[in-house]
């Protein structure tokens, strides 16, 4: 199919608007249809899967219309081995989160499964947008339904979440906007590739590297702009607090492959330090905040935080590992392997798509949890296993993944960037490898109180266990995590060749060299 | 000055000579007729608005300089009148429910709209100083009036002498200043004007009156842009109005006045750009700045979004500031798109007023995406574009304007614009905030007729058609230039 990313992002908003028409007094068909569309979009994304080719870095199902054609935009899509496992992780994670809200969410039903379908269609967007304005128009749209789903159905303090974290990703992107306009200003062209092969001198690189950074840190979040998070995790309904982690945070991540290291690449270079710490501030700060919270959603909010440092550091630590001699022949700095460099980037994408899955099915415990008992301290739980044993085995094995177990995904992503960056400094790989430790208490603290003990609320004795349709998407998720800690190779295989392009684009300086 | 006058000539001011001739005749009309009958009055005045139209729309195209060179017709100009005309019938059309919920439906109210359209129309086809200040004053005197036909509320006697003695004040700055460049070039002729601004023997003399005259000239036209620091008046006209006036006063007089700016600043005093575009970057950054941040604790509506007003203007500002022919179409874009904005967002709250209540205050809008679904996301979408969030077309006039402004060098202007957008997204998020995530509900029945929804449906609907497909539109606000 010449066309299959644009049916990928208008079929799921174009069934939003038909959910919307279907209306809220008749939710049962609204949940249907909606379930439907998401599925059929699913089916339709693993043909991008199939039809592959893993042996390019150049982009594929490109498509390409002219739009603006004053500025020269085009509505032009492509993907390649970086946004292909992101838009397939989008479009499982939206059939997750329609399944979960099924029979949770009661009040404006139709609404609520098209904002996630409409969010479903603007996501792939932003990962199949080569076009940077078209980019940033799926980007920023990203926002309107985000926005409607903490402030509609979230909890008790959702107007001051929603409004904040409107503004602070809003806040984050204008500096983002104000850098592509300058630099089509400068190539005149919004074609992300034409930015690519720029040439920009170290003060406009650095510019333009702290206003991508600022927009893309915001969404990731890394550490000090990260207070967002929590507050939107917590007030978000299940559902929102799903996508937001698995999906919206990529965004962030994204960027970097995308933006900022194939077009400031000398800017990233230089910069890399402060990212590393940064990301190893959230890595290991943010995992003893998360160890003293009282409310799950937030403990796993923070978790969200420490855990997508590794994606940083994974990405900027290549810099400490290779660099390009004068010749354009990749060398290592001490010694390391190229292989280093490709385990940081691409230990990287693995972390977003096991992150992906793992947040996913960690908010998804505590939404079922909270559907039951209307709460999220931890304290008014305690032996939950004696009631809901099903339950507990599959919150466990999750909390096992958030903890990094080895044979699940989040072993898999966190020790590609420790290997990786055990090359470029023993000292990031020794903070870095500290998350073993914090992780794995905060998580299995959680589970200890949660799950194990005896019952010390009465009502905690009554709990039913998960019913046929939590049993059946937390089993869906059970797989993914455990199938990528064993055998991620075929999700490698789909990005090597991009990351080997992307490394070398990315260590090729854009400044005259002086020899 | 040679007055010739030829009767060919009258052809081309056929769309102002019909229009003063249906003014002429519906006010008559509207005189003789039994009360029963006096909505026709609405329908004939709708009628001729749209006559004069299709005779603008025939004229497009055309190019001359008539009445002694007191009168142009150029694309820009019709192109103008077009829109307009075309944003007047849609203000009048919400104007219907408001007048008669509020029990001011009374036929000067359409006449006096009419008659400040005519003036509107003349002050884009002004080309001499005379000319524009004619139309400028038809259509001033008319707001004023239109103002006060609310003449048992207090707050709109009080917007309308507030209005008047500000508008009076901008008025004799405006002629002050115009009297100096007569003076000085001894024309009121804008070619003859730029003729002079433009020649290579100016003494440093006249120079420095020329300056003078233009800085008042600035200051008069701001004052009727309601740009900061002449920004006082706009919150309090805007809210002691009657809504459907506010409306009015926020849409289709700003293409007036950028026409007048274009007359004046551009065809007449081009010369000067690099005088002038350093006064609007400073009256741009504040009006931004200003706008932003002092309606962030408004709880008002009107007032609220006055003060958005004043910074939309802000930006049209700015692409004033460039000096380059594509800044100026970023500028008419912005003014076009902001319109279309307006009329929605004023629209809305038209459509929430019933029988002598005036919902004009936030709260009024607690819980209406429950109790009025579409006309809520008709409003989330407007407040979305003003804030300048794609895929609407708020964001693209934004896009336009910044990408002017970066593209002459200033990119710090550019910044410190987004930057206060951010700031205003804010208090556009409350309206949002009160229709969606309230738990009240005030379960407002909406009681506007069909055609008004229709119409506001059409309406919403282009903020986003219109943001999907921006490309015809801009090319048609810089082919102006």
């Known amino acids: ?515 | 000055m040679n007055f010739n006058f030829n009767a060919s000539e009258l052809l081309f001011a056929l769309p102002e000579l019909f229009l003063l001739s249906a003014i002429a005749i519906i006010l008559l009309f509207d005189l003789f007729i039994s009360d029963r009958l006096k909505h026709i009055t609405y329908y004939l005045s709708q009628l001729a608005l749209l006559l004069t139209g299709f005779s603008v729309f025939n004229l497009i195209g055309e190019s001359a300089i008539i009445f002694s060179g007191t009168f142009v017709l150029d694309t820009l100009g019709s192109t103008f009148k077009v829109f307009i005309l075309g944003f007047a019938i849609i203000a009048l059309a919400y104007t219907r429910h408001y007048l008669k919920v509020h029990d001011l439906l009374r036929n000067e109210y359409f006449i006096l709209a009419m008659m400040s359209i005519l003036g509107m129309l003349i002050m884009v086809s002004g080309h001499s100083l005379l000319t524009l200040y004619l139309g400028l004053e038809i259509m001033s005197l008319s707001l004023y009036a239109l103002i006060a036909t609310a003449r048992d509320r207090t707050a709109a006697i009080e917007a309308a002498l507030k209005y008047f003695v500000l508008g009076a004040i901008a008025s004799g700055l405006l002629l002050y200043g115009m009297s100096m460049i007569y003076g000085i070039s001894g024309s009121l002729n804008i070619a003859q004007i730029s003729n002079f601004a433009s020649a290579a023997t100016l003494g440093s003399q006249q120079t420095l009156i020329l300056n003078f005259g233009l800085v008042f000239l600035v200051i008069g036209v701001a004052f009727k842009l309601g740009a900061v620091p002449f920004h006082m008046w706009v919150p309090d006209v805007y809210q002691g109005s009657p809504t459907s006036v506010t409306m009015f006063l926020s849409s289709v007089p700003k293409i007036a006045a950028v026409a007048i700016l274009i007359r004046l600043l551009i065809d007449g005093l081009g010369s000067l750009q690099h005088y002038w575009s350093d006064l609007f970057m400073i009256l741009a950054i504040l009006s931004i700045a200003i706008g932003s941040l002092v309606a962030l604790n408004q709880t008002n509506i009107k007032r609220m979004l006055a003060y958005s007003t004043i910074s939309h203007i802000g930006f049209v500002l700015l692409g004033f500031v460039t000096g380059v022919v594509d800044g100026y179409g970023a500028a008419v874009f912005y003014v076009l798109t902001y319109i279309l904005m307006s009329l929605a967002a004023f629209g809305v709250i038209i459509a929430l007023n019933k029988n002598g209540f005036e919902a004009d205050q936030i709260a009024d809008f607690q819980g209406l995406s429950k109790s009025s679904p579409w006309l809520a996301l008709i409003m989330l979408v407007v407040m979305l574009s003003m804030a300048g969030v794609p895929p609407f077309i708020g964001f693209y006039s934004k896009l336009f304007i910044l990408q002017q402004v970066v593209a002459e060098g200033y990119v710090i202007l550019a910044v410190l614009a987004v930057i206060f957008a951010v700031i205003s997204a804010y208090y556009y998020l409350q309206i949002i905030k009160t229709m969606y995530f309230s738990d009240k509900d005030k379960s407002i029945v909406i009681y506007a007729p069909l055609d008004m929804k229709i119409l506001l449906s059409i309406n919403g609907i282009l903020i986003l058609l219109v943001g999907l497909m921006p490309s015809f539109w801009m090319e048609l606000s810089v082919s102006l230039f």
């Not at chain 1, 400031?264 to 330090?273: E, G, K, L, Y």
């Not at chain 1, 099903?390 to 072993?411: D, E, I, Q, R, W």
């Not at chain 1, 059970?478 to 684009?505: C, D, K």
């Open chain 1, 1 to 515: 199919m010449d066309s299959l990313l644009s049916i990928l992002i208008w079929l799921p908003i174009l069934g939003a608007g038909s959910v919307l028409l279907i209306g809220n007094n008749r939710s049962e068909i609204a949940r249907w249809v909606s379930v439907g569309i998401s599925v059929l979009v699913f089916a339709l994304s693993i043909n991008l899967y199939l039809d592959f080719d893993t042996s390019t870095a150049s982009m594929q199902f490109v498509e390409k219309v002219s739009w603006i054609s004053q500025f020269n935009i085009f509505y032009h899509l492509g993907l390649d081995g970086i946004s292909m496992p992101l838009i397939i992780l989008t479009t499982f994670s939206t059939i997750i989160v329609i399944i979960a809200g099924w029979e949770v969410i009661k009040n404006r039903v139709a609404d609520y499964m098209a904002a996630f379908l409409m969010m479903e269609g603007i996501i792939i967007g932003v990962f199949s947008a080569m076009d940077s304005m078209l980019y940033y128009v799926f980007w920023e749209a990203s926002l309107i339904p985000m926005l409607l789903i903490i402030g509609i159905w979230g909890g008790q303090n959702r107007v001051y979440a929603s409004i904040k974290f409107f503004l602070y990703t809003f806040l984050g992107s204008v500096f983002m906007l104000v850098s592509l306009i300058y630099m089509y200003n400068l190539s005149g062209s919004f074609a992300i590739s034409e930015m690519y092969a720029l040439p920009l001198s170290m003060v406009q690189q650095s510019w333009i590297f702290w206003a991508f950074f600022l927009a893309f840190a915001v969404k990731v979040p890394m550490f000090p702009v990260h207070t967002w998070l929590p507050d939107a995790h917590v007030q978000a309904p299940t559902g929102g607090s799903v996508i937001l982690a698995a999906i919206m945070l990529k965004m962030g991540g994204y960027g970097f492959f995308r933006f900022s290291l194939p077009i400031t690449p000398d800017a990233s270079s230089s910069f890399a330090t402060v990212v590393i710490v940064l990301s190893l501030i959230a890595i290991v700060y943010i995992g003893f905040v998360a160890l003293v919270q009282k409310d799950m959603k937030k403990l796993i909010a923070y978790s969200s935080i420490s855990h997508m440092g590794f994606v940083t550091l994974g990405v900027f630590a290549i810099f400490s590992i290779m660099k390009m001699d004068p010749n354009g022949e990749l060398v290592s700095i001490a010694g390391a392997s190229i292989e280093s460099a490709y385990l940081g980037l691409e230990g990287a994408m693995i972390q977003m798509i096991s992150h992906g899955f793992i947040s996913a099915a960690m908010f998804l415990v505590v939404g079922v949890l909270y559907d039951r008992l209307h709460s999220r301290d931890i304290t008014t739980y305690g032996g939950v296993i004696n009631s809901m044993p099903k339950f507990t085995g599959f919150a466990v094995l999750f909390a096992m993944a958030n903890a990094g177990l080895p044979g699940t995904s989040g072993f898999v992503g966190e020790f590609m960037v420790i290997l990786g960056a055990l090359q470029a400094n023993f000292w990031y790989a020794f903070l870095a490898a500290m998350t073993l430790i914090i992780g794995a208490a905060y998580t299995l603290w959680m589970v200890k109180r949660v799950f194990w003990g005896t019952i010390t609320n009465p009502e905690v004795s009554k709990l039913s266990d998960v019913n046929a349709r939590e049993f059946g998407i937390l089993s869906i998720l059970a797989i993914a995590i455990l199938w990528m800690g064993l055998y991620p190779q075929p999700v490698i295989e789909v990005m090597h060749a991009s990351i080997v392009n992307l490394l070398e684009q990315s260590l090729t300086t854009k400044l005259p060299v002086l020899l």
